[in-house]
């Protein structure tokens, strides 16, 4: 995997959403500064990857290999730069078993990894269900989770503005927590479903109000 784009890119976006929207970060000690992690987050705009690595491991010295929908490798020099910047492609909505193998390896590696864990963007910026991709590779992997809340990306391209609008960013980063480790054999639904649901409170914690999950 190339990464050499991913701190000019985070350092400039992240330099950027200090500048015109006010961005700050909450929670960079809890950044792990050794060995593999995975970041789970919320999700709410196409600029969050490069934010999120801005205000995490670019705050530590450390690259964080995102994944991305496998549409986004053919987009016009945004998929190019993507692909020089650690992120790992997969099929959404799939098991994607060679996806799945890279990043076990990655994190047996020693590298954090990043997720999106609702699979996709929240318009509204409201959490959304969690998929479970999340919580396998934790209990498979028997690494950290990093949990990270994002706000207020979702108010900046509002309906189909086509330039940026008036908002805060605000960034905050959680403690590390674990799940149950199962490296091998069939994983219970129960204790997948109880991890998934972890990872949907922590991340919960750390959003305002208006963008924690529907009761």
Request: proline residues 6%; hydrophobic residues 45%.
């Amino acid at each position: 995997m190339h990464s050499w784009f991913f701190r000019p890119a985070a350092a400039l976006i992240g330099g950027l959403a200090r500048l015109l929207f006010d961005a700050r970060i909450e929670g960079v000690g809890n950044v792990p500064r050794a060995g593999s992690f995975i970041l789970v987050s919320n999700h709410c705009s196409n600029l969050d990857p490069p934010l999120i690595g801005w205000a995490t491991g670019n705050q530590v010295g450390r690259i964080v290999h995102f994944m991305a929908k496998i549409e986004m490798r053919s987009w016009p020099l945004l998929g190019w730069l993507a692909t020089q910047s650690g992120v790992v492609f997969v099929r959404r909505g799939e098991r994607d078993r060679a996806a799945q193998q890279l990043l076990l390896a990655a994190l047996s590696d020693g590298r954090p990894i990043g997720i999106f864990v609702e699979g996709t963007r929240s318009r509204d910026g409201r959490l959304k269900a969690v998929k479970a991709g999340a919580a396998l590779l934790a209990m498979r992997s028997g690494v950290a989770l990093l949990p990270v809340g994002i706000a207020g990306t979702h108010r900046m391209f509002p309906g189909r503005a086509r330039w940026p609008h008036a908002t805060r960013i605000t960034i905050r980063i959680g403690e590390t927590f674990t799940l149950s480790h199962k490296p091998s054999g069939r994983l219970d639904r129960a204790a997948l479903a109880a991890g998934t649901d972890r990872i949907t409170t922590e991340i919960a914690e750390l959003l305002p109000p208006e963008q924690r999950p529907a009761r």
